[in-house]
C-alpha cells in the first residue's frame, strides 16, 4: 500500500469502531481504537524477529530487567536489518489472542505486559486495563480484536510512512468526533497547515539541501498533530532530510497517542515526554531550529505559580509574569528560551522560528507595566516578532472566538529587521458542509497560499501592512490638574470637625472670629492667617497638638471647613527654592519643541514664582487622567497640542518613572488589528433609506389590502 490509498485502511479501521456502539458513546472510541491501532501495528512489525527475541528471553529472564529492555531492543530488528528500539517477550500476539477466546481478557493484559518499558510506560497512559476490562464486561473484546488481527499492518504491506498517515488520520477523526460533543481543545488541521507554511517555507533553500538535519518541538504537543505535519512538509519537499521531532504535553491520553505516533512512523532519534512544560521541562538542557505550540487558551496558571515563585527568573525572562488567570504567554517565553544563538554565517549558531496560536488576549491585554506588556515589550524590543496572522472566528472546535498566529525568529531576514507584518485573513474562510462544535470554517488550499504568499512577499496591501517595532509601543504617562479649595466656616462645618477634635473648640472660635462666616477663595491664604491665630492663642487655649495628633488635627480641619470648586485658588503643595531636572533622563531618546526653560518646568508641574522660586500644586485625585502617548512621539509636543489646549493648568506627573528606561510615564506595547485594519463606511444617504421605508410600508400596505378585500 503506498501513502496515496492510505485512506482505504483508515476508513477500515475506522469501520471497526461500530462494534464499540453501547458500551461506548462515538467521543470515546479513541480509548479502545487508537491503542488496538498501535499494538496491532506493533505486532506486525515485530513478527519478523519474535522467534529471536522469545529465544533470547528465556536466556535472560532472571537478569535485571533494564538489561533485558536494552538487550532484546536491540535484537528486535525491523526487515532492513535495524534495531526497533522496543521488543515484546510475551509468547502470544494476535492470532493466538484470537485463538482463545475464553481468556481474551487476560491474555491481551499479558501481551502487553510484554513489551519493553517504553512502550509499557505509553500504555499506562492510555489507561487501556480499564478499557480493556470494559469490553470485556460487555462481551465485545474478543470481536475487536478479531477484526484487528484481519487487518494487514506488516510492514511489507504498509510502510512507514503510510501507516503514520493512517494514524494521524484517526487521530484527526477521533478528536473531530471528540469535539462534536465534548468540546476538548484541538488545532484543525488546515491551521496547523498554515503555522508550519509560515514556520518553514522562508527557510526552503535551506531546509531542501542533502543531508540536512531538522529539530522540531512542541512544547504543548497534545496528539502530535503539528509535529506531524512538519514531518509531512520536509517529506515534501527533501526526503533525505533527517527531522527529529520532540513534544510534550501533560495530558495522559494525548501523550501516549503523541509517543504512539512516533513509534509507528519509526523515529527513535524523537522524543514525546509526559509532564507538565511550565514547571517540569523534559528537555532543559536542549535548543531547536523550528518550534510550534498551540498552548490553552485563558487557562489559569494557578497550580503552577508556587513552583515558579521561588525560581529567580523564568526561563531565562526576568520581567513581570502575566496574570494568574491565563499563561499562554507563558509557553511562548519556555519557547524563546529555547532558541538556538544565531551568527550570520555561523552554522554552530543557526537560531530559531517559532509559530504560536493564541487568542486575541496576548495581543492587547494588560495596560502599560503589566506582566502581559512587558513580555511584549521584551519581544518587539529585542526585534523577535516577526508577523501576525488573523485568522477567521469559529475555526476552532470549542470556540468561535478570533484566533491569531504568531510568527517569531532571532534571526530576522534583513529587510525584515525592525518590522513586524499584520496580515489579516479573517475573510478568508469557507463554510463547513457541517459543523464540528464551534467549527463552522475552514481555510482550504487557496487561502493557506494566498497567506503564505503574502507572508513570504513582505508588501503592502488591504490585508498585508508592515509597521516599525516602535509603532505598537506608547508611553503611558499621568497628568495631573491642581486642586482648588473654597475655604468656610458655617454651622454645619464647625459640628462636624468639633466630633472628631473637641479640645479645639476655642481655637475654632478665635479663627472664626478673624476669617468670619463668607468664603475664601484662596486657601493658600486662609491656611496662613489659620497658622498665625493658632500661634498667638492664649496659653490656657489649645492650639495643634504635636505629632502625627497634630498632623490629624490639621487634615480633619481642611477637610471639615473646605471644598473643591473650580473657580478657587490652586492649592500650593511645595515651594522651591532651585530646581534641578535631568531632561534627558525625564525625557529620554525624545527630540523636544523649542521652549524656554520655566515652560517646560511648567509642563512638569514647577511653575515660576519670581526670584529662581519654583511653586508646586496639589494635584486633585479626581481630575487625575493618563494618556497613552506614541513612542514615536515626545511626550511634551503631544501635551501641548492635546492636552493644554483643553486644560490649560494640567501638567505631567514627572514623579511616575518607568521601571527599565527611567523615562516619565510606564512604556507599553499593544497590538490592535481592528484599529490597523478598520475601513470606515460611510452611512447611506438618508434619501435612499428612506426610499427603501417607503417602498417596504407600500408592501406592507397592500399586504393588508389583500387580507381585508
Not at 455 to 480: C, M, W
Request: charged residues 30%.
Amino acid at each position: 500500500m503506498t501513502p496515496g490509498n492510505f485512506q482505504q485502511l483508515a476508513n477500515f479501521i475506522w469501520s471497526v469502531a461500530d462494534l464499540l456502539r453501547g458500551p461506548y458513546r462515538p467521543p470515546q472510541y479513541e480509548r479502545v481504537m487508537l491503542p488496538l491501532t498501535v499494538l496491532r501495528r506493533f505486532d506486525a512489525v515485530l513478527a519478523p524477529t519474535k522467534e529471536a527475541v522469545l529465544k533470547r528471553y528465556e536466556t535472560l529472564k532472571d537478569k535485571d530487567p533494564q538489561l533485558v529492555d536494552r538487550v532484546l531492543n536491540e535484537l528486535a530488528k525491523d526487515e532492513d536489518g535495524k534495531p526497533l528500539g522496543f521488543h515484546n517477550h510475551s509468547q502470544l500476539d494476535f492470532r493466538k489472542l484470537k485463538g482463545d477466546p475464553d481468556n481474551i481478557g487476560q491474555h491481551l493484559v499479558g501481551y502487553i505486559k510484554g513489551f519493553s518499558e517504553n512502550i509499557q510506560k505509553i500504555f499506562e497512559r492510555f489507561e487501556f486495563d480499564q478499557e480493556i476490562a470494559k469490553l470485556e464486561e460487555a462481551n465485545r473484546l474478543y470481536q475487536v480484536v478479531s477484526q484487528f488481527t484481519e487487518i494487514d499492518l506488516h510492514p511489507r504491506h504498509v510502510d512507514n510512512i503510510t501507516m503514520g498517515l493512517v494514524f494521524e488520520d484517526l487521530i484527526r477523526r477521533f478528536n473531530e468526533a471528540a469535539n462534536e460533543t465534548a468540546g476538548d481543545h484541538f488545532t484543525p488541521r488546515e491551521v496547523i497547515r498554515l503555522m508550519v507554511n509560515l514556520l518553514l517555507e522562508p527557510d526552503t533553500q535551506v531546509l531542501t539541501q542533502a543531508g540536512k538535519i531538522v529539530t522540531i518541538c512542541d512544547p504543548a504537543c497534545g496528539t502530535g498533530g503539528m509535529l506531524a505535519e512538519s514531518q509531512n512538509w520536509l517529506r515534501a519537499h527533501n526526503e533525505q532530510a533527517t527531522v527529529k521531532v520532540y513534544g510534550q504535553d501533560y495530558n495522559p491520553r494525548s501523550y501516549a497517542v503523541a509517543a504512539s505516533d512516533l513509534l509507528i512512523k519509526g523515529h527513535k532519534d524523537s522524543r514525546i515526554e509526559y509532564g507538565n512544560t511550565l514547571i517540569n521541562d523534559q528537555f532543559s538542557d536542549m535548543r531547536f531550529d523550528y518550534l510550534l505550540a498551540n498552548p490553552p487558551f485563558g487557562v489559569d496558571w494557578k497550580g503552577e505559580k508556587k513552583e515558579i515563585d521561588r525560581w529567580p527568573h523564568f526561563r531565562g525572562y526576568t520581567g513581570k509574569l502575566p496574570r494568574i488567570n491565563d499563561g499562554a504567554l507563558l509557553f511562548l517565553i519556555h519557547m524563546i528560551a529555547k532558541f538556538q544563538p544565531w551568527q550570520s554565517g555561523n552554522r554552530d549558531k543557526p537560531g530559531s522560528r517559532i509559530a504560536i496560536v493564541f487568542n486575541g488576549s496576548p495581543l492587547f491585554t494588560g495596560g502599560a507595566g503589566s506582566g502581559e506588556s512587558e513580555i511584549r515589550r521584551w519581544i518587539i524590543e529585542h526585534d523577535w516578532l516577526e508577523a501576525i496572522v488573523a485568522l477567521p472566528e469559529q475555526m476552532f472546535y470549542n470556540t468561535g472566538i478570533g484566533t491569531f498566529v504568531w510568527v517569531l525568529s532571532n534571526r530576522k531576514e534583513k529587510h525584515r529587521k525592525g518590522s513586524i507584518q499584520l496580515i489579516d485573513a479573517r475573510e478568508r474562510w469557507t463554510p463547513m458542509k457541517r459543523s464540528l462544535g464551534n467549527k463552522r470554517r475552514w481555510l482550504d488550499e487557496k487561502a493557506i497560499d494566498e497567506v503564505t504568499r503574502e507572508h513570504g512577499a513582505l508588501t503592502e496591501s488591504k490585508t498585508s501592512k508592515i509597521f516599525d517595532n516602535a509603532d505598537f509601543g506608547y508611553r503611558r504617562v499621568t497628568i495631573l490638574r491642581p486642586l482648588r479649595l473654597k475655604f468656610q466656616i458655617t454651622q454645619e462645618a464647625k459640628e462636624r470637625y468639633l466630633d472628631t477634635c473637641p479640645e479645639l473648640l476655642d481655637a475654632v472660635l478665635a479663627i472664626e472670629e478673624v476669617l468670619g462666616n463668607e468664603a475664601h477663595d484662596d486657601w493658600n491664604q486662609v491656611w496662613d492667617e489659620v497658622q498665625t491665630i493658632v500661634k498667638r492663642l492664649p496659653d490656657d487655649v489649645e492650639g495643634w497638638a504635636k505629632g502625627a495628633k497634630g498632623t490629624a488635627q490639621k487634615k480633619n480641619f481642611r477637610d471639615a471647613f473646605t471644598e473643591v470648586d473650580p473657580e478657587a485658588e490652586a492649592v500650593i503643595a511645595k515651594v522651591h527654592k532651585e530646581v534641578a531636572l535631568d531632561i534627558e533622563a525625564l525625557l529620554p531618546g525624545q527630540t523636544l519643541p523649542e521652549l524656554a526653560p520655566d515652560e517646560l518646568k511648567a509642563l512638569l508641574g514647577l511653575n515660576p514664582a519670581g526670584k529662581g522660586k519654583y511653586v508646586e500644586y496639589e494635584a486633585d485625585s479626581n481630575l487625575k487622567d493618563s494618556e497613552n502617548i506614541p513612542l514615536k512621539e515626545d511626550v511634551i509636543s503631544y501635551v501641548l497640542r492635546e492636552v493644554r489646549p483643553y486644560v490649560a493648568d494640567a501638567w505631567i506627573d514627572r514623579d511616575t518613572l518607568d521601571e527599565q528606561d527611567g523615562g516619565i510615564g510606564k512604556v507599553g506595547y499593544e497590538i490592535n488589528f481592528n484599529r490597523e485594519f478598520f475601513r470606515y463606511q460611510p452611512p447611506r444617504p438618508l434619501a435612499e433609506i428612506d426610499a427603501e421605508l417607503e417602498a417596504v410600508e407600500k408592501r406592507i400596505m397592500g399586504l393588508l389590502r389583500e387580507v381585508t378585500e
